[in-house]
């Protein structure tokens, strides 16, 4: 185990896990907010019921907010894997960013030192499959686009946390087929609907085709769903773990 460098700020907004044993899903976030401080204050405010475990700042500080064994209110109405209720299995991380409504900009690297170095310590120590590790975004494509097209996940997969399959150049004569596009983005985790489909395409495109996100079904994202459909059916096998098969419910609960 990895000592972590944390400063603590208690969050008041967590609640008990149904299961506390079972925290076996990692949850990336931007702030989203002007300032680092304003989102620790928004962070810890009971009215405002929403926390975090960790946020991250862009010099590389490492806040801990809601200890591990708590379900912390990060994940809103969410489903990955036919499952809801996301805040009762995974932790959260809050990376300082003003993201898309205040100046969306890279992530610098003293920040992403630190959430590689805290990521991989999560994963570690609650052996948290590749394929459960996840952006707001993938989760919730129809409400958010954190932590965005400039979060770097390959990164994060060398080190070992989560998933991002070698990119190859499209086959000449590969023809796209929209009949596919449900099951391919179901068979990562997506949770999609005819009326999700969209939202969650461009999820996908934010995560594993970061260069364009504009929801079409183009030749290169065809090829990029194949491959990072192929890389987590392997984590799920590497790992013994089949899909969440709860069907999936709107979760209201903070
Ligand atoms: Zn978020």
Not at 1 to 20: V, Y
Not at 44 to 71: F, K, M, Q
Not at 131 to 144: F, L, M, T, Y
Request: proline share 7%; net charge negative.
């Amino acid at each position: 185990m990895i000592e972590l460098e944390a400063r603590d700020r208690p969050s008041p907004n967590h609640s008990c896990r149904a299961e506390p044993a079972r925290i076996d899903m990692l949850v990336l976030h931007y702030t989203g907010m002007a300032t680092a401080e304003a989102a620790l204050q928004r962070l810890c405010d009971p009215s405002a019921r929403v926390s975090a475990h960790y946020l991250v700042e862009e010099n590389g500080t490492i806040w801990r907010l809601v200890p591990e064994s708590r379900r912390a209110f990060h994940a809103g109405v969410s489903c990955w894997e036919g499952e809801s209720d996301l805040n009762a299995v995974s932790l959260g991380i809050e990376i300082v960013n003003p993201g898309h409504e205040w100046g969306y900009r890279p992530f610098l690297e003293a920040q992403m030192e630190a959430v590689e170095r805290l990521c991989r310590d999560l994963v570690t120590r609650h052996s948290i499959p590749p394929h459960r590790v996840v952006g707001h975004s993938d989760i919730a494509p129809e409400r958010k686009c954190d932590p965005g097209e400039l979060f770097d996940w390959a990164r994060l997969a060398r080190a070992g946390v989560g998933i991002w399959p070698p990119a190859n150049p499209p086959a000449s004569g590969l023809v796209v087929d929209p009949a596919r596009l449900p099951d391919d983005l179901a068979s990562i985790g997506y949770c999609v609907s005819a009326w999700s489909q969209m939202a969650a395409l461009v999820a996908f495109q934010r995560r594993f085709r970061q260069g364009c996100c504009d929801g079409r079904l183009d030749v290169e994202t065809v090829v990029r769903l194949s491959e990072v459909r192929a890389a987590f059916t392997r984590s799920r096998a590497t790992t013994g773990d089949a899909p969440h098969t709860s069907k999936f419910k709107a979760s209201s609960s903070p």
